[in-house]
């Protein structure tokens, strides 16, 4: 039965043009995350054409994970619309690995963790005295504080006080704080939905105003093309960090825990009569969520964890219907086939993009 409060339940599809909007909003929201993949490529000092292709192969892997999460039949797939993002719990080793080995080590040690997520999900019935939803919200609070931590220091600018355009970075960032939490805030409607793109907008014009762009960075962006196939050839190369290896791996153990956590908030929004949690269900979506972390992996790309903030979007705007998850999908396909939203992204001052993960860490 589906509670009161979710207009479109999992089951039902939304109108066209809604479904369309939504769409839109969920592949704008994951592409927010994309910023912890500049921060792990500027760590592992690749070349601007390496980066664009690695910006480009992360869209097409949380297209996919994306999918693999929404999935109802079979053994993998929790069926909801609970997409995964670039998450901060492997932003600390995937920075490690990068300048220790630079990406073939981000990508090796990515795969490792998903495969020991994956390997978890076949023990959750022997497991669930840990995997309890109280551990999964502290995990969640531990990884909003480091990914604020991180944000933080990319908005006030550590290390650039000396610089001469350190006060125009903090303004742009606070300006971009400033516009997500009002419009979140004070918001109404659209404009409340889309609060995150509204303060990007505000902190990269002021950021323009400001000089923070260079002719280089401008350049760059005229000279990427609409339309083009990323470059794989950087996905060549493996390198293995053994030192790093228990960090990933309790990485991959905090993205299963969290995952237990989303798909029973997924499971409880979904379900007026629900008791108690279907570790069946649970099991196919850290499933899901292992292999998408992994594909990810392949590809160069931090790991990907379930975002319990887009769970969150959905559940307060009382649509999660699992069909919106397949319309995101095709949506980040077309952006990872052009190379000049991916150049968006690496030429976004970090400042700005700090102040977006301190704004998404609060979510």
């Given at each position: 039965?589906?509670?009161?409060n979710?207009?479109?339940?999992?089951d039902e599809?939304p109108?066209?043009l809604q479904?369309?909007?939504?769409?839109?909003?969920?592949?704008?929201?994951?592409?927010m995350?994309l910023?912890?993949?500049v921060?792990?490529?500027?760590?592992?000092?690749?070349?601007?054409?390496?980066?664009r292709?690695?910006?480009?192969?992360?869209?097409?892997?949380?297209a996919?994970g994306?999918?693999?999460q929404?999935?109802?039949?079979?053994?993998?797939g929790?069926?909801?619309l609970?997409?995964?993002v670039?998450?901060?719990i492997?932003?600390?080793?995937?920075?490690?690995?990068?300048?220790?080995?630079?990406?073939?080590?981000v990508?090796?040690?990515?795969?490792?963790?998903g495969l020991?997520?994956?390997?978890?999900a076949?023990f959750?019935?022997r497991?669930?005295?840990i995997?309890?939803p109280?551990i999964?919200?502290l995990?969640i609070?531990?990884i909003?504080?480091?990914l604020?931590?991180?944000?933080?220091?990319h908005?006030?600018?550590?290390?650039?006080?000396n610089?001469p355009?350190?006060?125009?970075?903090?303004?742009a960032?606070?300006?971009?704080?400033?516009?997500?939490?009002?419009f979140?805030?004070?918001?109404?409607?659209v404009?409340?939905?889309?609060?995150?793109?509204l303060?990007?907008?505000?902190?990269?014009?002021l950021?323009?105003?400001?000089?923070?762009?260079d002719?280089?960075?401008?350049?760059?962006?005229?000279?990427?093309?609409?339309?083009?196939?990323?470059?794989?050839s950087?996905?060549?190369?493996?390198h293995?960090?053994?030192?790093?290896?228990?960090?990933?791996?309790a990485?991959?153990?905090?993205?299963?825990i969290?995952?237990?956590?989303?798909?029973?908030?997924?499971?409880?929004?979904?379900n007026?009569?629900?008791?108690r949690p279907?570790?069946?269900?649970?099991?196919?979506?850290v499933?899901?969520?292992?292999?998408?972390?992994?594909?990810g992996?392949?590809?160069?790309?931090p790991?990907?964890?379930?975002?319990?903030?887009?769970?969150?979007?959905?559940?307060?705007?009382?649509?999660?219907s699992?069909?919106i998850?397949?319309?995101?999908a095709?949506?980040?396909?077309?952006?990872?086939?052009m190379?000049?939203v991916?150049d968006v992204?690496?030429?976004?001052?970090?400042?700005?993009?700090?102040a977006?993960?301190v704004?998404?860490a609060c979510?």
């Amino acid at each position: 039965m589906t509670p009161a409060n979710i207009t479109i339940g999992v089951d039902e599809n939304p109108p066209p043009l809604q479904y369309v909007l939504l769409a839109l909003q969920y592949a704008f929201l994951l592409s927010m995350y994309l910023v912890l993949v500049v921060i792990v490529v500027h760590a592992a000092k690749a070349s601007p054409d390496t980066a664009r292709s690695i910006i480009s192969m992360a869209m097409i892997a949380s297209a996919v994970g994306t999918v693999l999460q929404a999935f109802h039949r079979g053994p993998v797939g929790s069926g909801y619309l609970a997409p995964p993002v670039f998450s901060a719990i492997y932003l600390g080793p995937s920075i490690l690995a990068a300048k220790a080995g630079g990406l073939p080590a981000v990508a090796c040690m990515t795969v490792c963790a998903g495969l020991f997520e994956m390997l978890i999900a076949g023990f959750l019935h022997r497991l669930r005295i840990i995997m309890q939803p109280i551990i999964s919200g502290l995990i969640i609070c531990i990884i909003a504080l480091e990914l604020g931590i991180v944000g933080l220091q990319h908005l006030l600018d550590v290390g650039g006080e000396n610089s001469p355009q350190f006060s125009s970075s903090v303004a742009a960032a606070t300006l971009t704080l400033s516009v997500c939490v009002g419009f979140a805030v004070w918001g109404k409607g659209v404009w409340r939905l889309i609060c995150s793109l509204l303060g990007l907008l505000a902190g990269v014009a002021l950021a323009a105003a400001l000089g923070l762009f260079d002719n280089r960075a401008v350049s760059s962006l005229e000279a990427s093309p609409w339309f083009a196939l990323p470059d794989l050839s950087y996905v060549s190369a493996v390198h293995w960090e053994l030192g790093l290896m228990p960090a990933f791996l309790a990485a991959g153990m905090a993205a299963a825990i969290r995952t237990v956590g989303v798909v029973t908030t997924c499971q409880r929004a979904n379900n007026a009569n629900w008791i108690r949690p279907d570790f069946i269900n649970i099991r196919k979506g850290v499933i899901a969520d292992g292999l998408g972390c992994t594909i990810g992996g392949l590809v160069g790309a931090p790991g990907m964890n379930i975002g319990p903030s887009l769970v969150g979007v959905s559940i307060a705007t009382g649509v999660t219907s699992r069909s919106i998850a397949y319309g995101t999908a095709v949506v980040l396909l077309i952006l990872a086939f052009m190379p000049k939203v991916a150049d968006v992204f690496l030429q976004l001052p970090l400042p700005v993009a700090g102040a977006l993960l301190v704004f998404t860490a609060c979510i």
